[in-house]
T-cell receptor, first 116, second 118 residues
Framework: AQSVTQPDIHITVSEGASLELRCNYS??????LFWYVQSPGQGLQLLLK??????LVQGIKGFEAEFKRSQSSFNLRKPSVHWSDAAEYFC??????????????FGKGTLLTVNP | ETGVTQTPRHLVMGMTNKKSLKCEQH?????MYWYKQSAKKPLELMFV???????ENNSVPSRFSPECPNSSHLFLHLHTLQPEDSALYLC?????????????????FGAGSRLTVL
């Protein structure tokens, strides 16, 4: 069964600092990988996704993520954090075997606090 | 506005009440989902409907009863809930769950319905 681990429950960074959120997955083949963001009182919004090809994926709001098969990782990065980036971030892995590939497995999330 | 609308946004109910959560999507998607989000736990997939047919029931207790009259509307009927059912219930939709490729698995979420069971 597929699984996702986000090792950091809570991260605090200063505005303007760089950011990296970690995500490790377990899946038998090449997975579909996603990062979603949830602002307080809101649903989840897709930041970016990886399906195949270039392992460095660009997303919205200046975020990027890199798929590293050898490390089973899909870490999210941003070079300079803005106060509006404070939110909870979820990594997810999808089953791409066809048929049941709608199943997304989410990590527990990383809460990001941005200090002024 | 994501194109997926959930009502009500907040709901407080007693354990003997009957209430319903509603979800509507204006994206032309064919699949709709209910997720439960509890504090400090991963999102839990509850139900999946594909072209109005239920294709997934993730061992959800019968006190939660979904209904999908068409591809644009999804309901979650609640009856005799327990305090531990208090959570944020998220509705999502996707274009085609059987699709393979870049569009697969891309979920669009509503803002959620915050449920408190007293």
């Amino acid at each position: 069964a597929q699984s996702v681990t986000q090792p950091d429950i809570h991260i605090t960074v200063s505005e303007g600092a760089s950011l990296e959120l970690r995500c490790n997955y377990s899946y038998g083949a090449t997975p579909y990988l996603f990062w979603y963001v949830q602002s307080p009182g809101q649903g989840l919004q897709l930041l970016l996704k990886y399906f195949s090809g270039d392992t460095l994926v660009q997303g919205i709001k200046g975020f990027e993520a890199e798929f590293k098969r050898s490390q089973s990782s899909f870490n999210l990065r941003k070079p300079s954090v803005h106060w509006s980036d404070a939110a909870e971030y979820f990594c997810a892995v999808g089953d791409n075997s066809g048929g049941s590939n709608y199943k997304l497995t989410f990590g527990k999330g990383t809460l990001l606090t941005v200090n002024p | 506005e994501t194109g997926v609308t959930q009502t009500p946004r907040h709901l407080v109910m007693g354990m003997t009440n009957k209430k319903s959560l509603k979800c509507e999507q204006h994206l032309g998607h064919n699949a709709m989902y209910w997720y439960k989000q509890s504090a400090k736990k991963p999102l839990e997939l509850m139900f999946v409907y594909n072209f109005k047919e239920q294709t997934e029931n993730n061992s959800v207790p019968s006190r939660f009863s979904p209904e999908c009259p068409n591809s644009s509307h999804l309901f979650l009927h609640l009856h005799t809930l327990q305090p531990e059912d208090s959570a944020l219930y998220l509705c999502a939709s996707s274009q085609d769950p059987g699709q393979v490729g870049p569009g697969a698995n891309v979920l669009t979420f509503g803002a959620g319905s915050r449920l408190t069971v007293l």
